[in-house]
T-cell receptor, first 114, second 116 residues
Framework: AQSVTQLGSHVSVSEGALVLLRCNYS??????LFWYVQYPNQGLQLLLK??????LVKGINGFEAEFKKSETSFHLTKPSAHMSDAAEYFC????????????FGAGTRLAVHP | GAVVSQHPSWVICKSGTSVKIECRSL??????MFWYRQFPKQSLMLMAT?????????EQGVEKDKFLINHASLTLSTLTVTSAHPEDSSFYIC????????????FGPGTRLTVT
């Protein structure tokens, strides 16, 4: 069975600081991995995805993530936090082929303070 | 492109009544649509998967007679909460996927349901 673990339900950073949101997955087959962002009372917006190929993927708003098979991780980073990055972030996994359902992590709430 | 809308964005209903939530793909044909439920400060829980023209597949623990899902066209899926109770109050989010082999889901903005 697949699962996703997001370490840290809350992360707080200063504006301009590095953002690191952790995601580890469990999958018996090569996974497709996703990061989504959710602003209050809104749906989810795709930040980036890994399917195959290059393990470092770049997404919108300056975010990137690296797929590390040996560590079963897909951590999300951004070099310099902006106030507008404050939101809930979800890591998700689906079986390769991708037409299977998404399994979401519990989410990490990112706070950015001046 | 790839816009998914939901209607209504919020709804308040009385206990015992039914409420219908619509999910529409505006600029693509959605072969598959998904319905999620999200409790405050929690993650999304998949309720069911529906393919156009077929019966929905419900996740374990989801009452199919209470949460009726219809996917009658390639652009519209509906979720009807029947005989709603306060514990059904939640944020309901749909997503849509284009094609059977596409992996990307496009999410709607969500519907806030409050049952009084």
């Amino acid at each position: 069975a697949q699962s996703v673990t997001q370490l840290g339900s809350h992360v707080s950073v200063s504006e301009g600081a590095l953002v690191l949101l952790r995601c580890n997955y469990s999958s018996s087959v090569p996974p497709y991995l996703f990061w989504y962002v959710q602003y209050p009372n809104q749906g989810l917006q795709l930040l980036l995805k890994y399917t195959t190929g290059a393990t470092l993927v770049k997404g919108i708003n300056g975010f990137e993530a690296e797929f590390k098979k040996s560590e079963t991780s897909f951590h999300l980073t951004k070099p310099s936090a902006h106030m507008s990055d404050a939101a809930e972030y979800f890591c998700a996994v689906s079986l390769s082929g991708g037409y299977n359902k998404l399994i979401f992590g519990a989410g990490t709430r990112l706070a950015v303070h001046p | 492109g790839a816009v998914v809308s939901q209607h209504p964005s919020w709804v308040i209903c009385k206990s015992g009544t039914s409420v219908k939530i619509e999910c529409r793909s505006l600029d693509f044909q959605a072969t598959t649509m998904f319905w999620y439920r999200q409790f405050p400060k929690q993650s999304l829980m998949l309720m069911a998967t529906s393919n156009e023209g077929s019966k929905a597949t419900y996740e374990q623990g989801v009452e199919k007679d209470k949460f009726l899902i219809n996917h009658a066209s390639l652009t519209l899926s509906t979720l009807t909460v029947t005989s709603a109770h306060p514990e059904d109050s939640s944020f309901y989010i749909c997503s849509a996927r284009e094609g059977l082999v596409s992996y990307e889901q496009y999410f709607g903005p969500g519907t806030r349901l409050t049952v009084t």
